[in-house]
């Protein structure tokens, strides 16, 4: 099966499984950490077939937003130390000649970007521009970001690791350390003995306590508590964790909150359900982000005229959220299919890739085809070999 250009330069920009799954996962890791991560497309240069997609550290990235509106962006600032105390600054600012964009939205049309950079020695010098501002020609940043969480009135999103968790987890690992102090030092018995001298009992391994002293005791010192209260304040700081990040403690395998037994798919969604919804907001989030960088690419590339960057569609392929029975999932996809939905969307729903199989249909179907022509035309014989 023939790939579609813009399908084949898309995969291209991205490039393999590994690579562009190792991309989104840094991004994704930048996002949850910061509350926002930052992906910046590198044009192509030289003998390069692909814009180059950077993943930049949120701690050096700056926006500057309308006063009036927070969604929309009029620079970003990237601000970095160099070698030799030169510290560098990036700045991409937002050129509107018809001062539209906020009426028009983020992508005006007769937008561009200026992207000068400049350094400075020392944390009070003046900052002294370098070299000529370039000329970014697209309404659109080479810049893309997005929210990791929504955060309303804010450009910049809410990050998984929120203030609270990040106090409740020093607090739960304090705990932990001092439960874990206290059976270093009290776990196991310690002997102690009055009224004699150290000369006057014999404890060999195989002889019998002998002490040489009339009113002498000796007795051993044992930890009577089992711990449960500290025990139960460290579950306690776990379960508010988890309701905090929204993840449950299923999810990452404690055995204690474990399901025994076979449980239904809506049983299983009711469990995993605080997860799920976080995910899909991720999903829309992130979703917008990558879209943006594929049609941005595919704009530069020549293969996309620049007033259809906004509408073109970009259909991404998310994999199910949660584990499925396969025999389950098959059976309720003969009755999907009964009822008329497509193939290709019952393939999707299945986690398979409809235009790959429809590919190795086809081959397999032309295989078979070429291994029967040659039994079609070989000689007939009759019963006596005449």
């Not at 937008?111 to 309404?139: K, L, M, S």
Request: proline share 6%.
């Amino acid at each position: 099966m023939r790939i579609a250009p813009m399908q084949q330069f898309v995969d291209g920009l991205w490039g393999d499984d590994d690579d562009k799954m190792t991309l989104l996962a840094q991004a994704a890791i930048n996002g949850g950490v910061c509350g926002q991560p930052f992906l910046k497309l590198i044009p192509a240069q030289g003998a390069m077939k692909y814009p180059r997609i950077v993943v930049l550290d949120p701690l050096l990235v700056r926006i500057v937003t309308a006063p009036d509106d927070c969604s929309l962006t009029l620079a970003y600032i990237i601000e970095y130390p160099g070698v030799n105390d030169i510290q560098k600054r990036q700045i991409i600012a937002r050129v509107d000649p018809d001062r539209l964009a906020g009426v028009a939205g983020a992508y005006d049309l007769d937008d561009t970007w200026e992207i000068t950079d400049f350094e400075r020695v020392g944390g009070a010098g003046a900052w002294r521009q370098c070299g000529e501002t370039e000329v970014w020609p697209y309404p659109f940043a080479p810049i893309f970001t997005n929210q990791n969480l929504p955060n309303p009135n804010e450009p910049w999103g809410r990050p998984d690791l929120t203030p609270d968790i990040i106090e409740m987890n020093k607090v739960l690992n304090f705990n932990e350390s001092n439960v874990s102090r206290i059976l270093k030092y009290h776990a196991h018995p310690k002997t102690w003995g009055k009224g004699f001298r150290h000369s006057q009992v014999n404890m060999g391994v195989d002889d019998i306590f002998i002490i040489e002293s009339m009113d002498g005791t000796l007795q051993n010192l044992e930890m009577h508590s089992d711990l449960k209260s500290s025990l139960d304040f460290i579950a306690m700081l776990r379960d508010s964790m988890d309701e905090q990040s929204r993840v449950p403690a299923v999810a990452l395998g404690r055995m204690e909150n474990m399901v025994r037994g076979d449980i239904s798919g809506v049983a299983l969604q009711l469990l995993f359900q605080p997860l799920i919804e976080k995910t899909t907001q991720k999903q829309r989030l992130y979703g917008r982000t990558i879209r943006e960088v594929s049609r941005a690419a595919l704009v530069m590339a020549g293969l996309l005229p620049l007033e259809q960057y906004e509408d073109y569609p970009v259909e991404l392929h998310w994999q199910e959220l949660l584990p499925i029975d396969d025999l389950q999932a098959a059976q309720t996809a003969t009755v999907y299919k009964q009822l008329g939905v497509s193939t290709a969307t019952l393939l999707q729903k299945l986690g398979f890739d409809p235009d790959d199989e429809a590919e190795k249909n086809t081959n397999e179907q032309a295989s078979m085809a070429a291994q029967a022509q040659p039994a079609q035309n070989m000689p007939s014989m009759s019963a006596d070999g005449e």
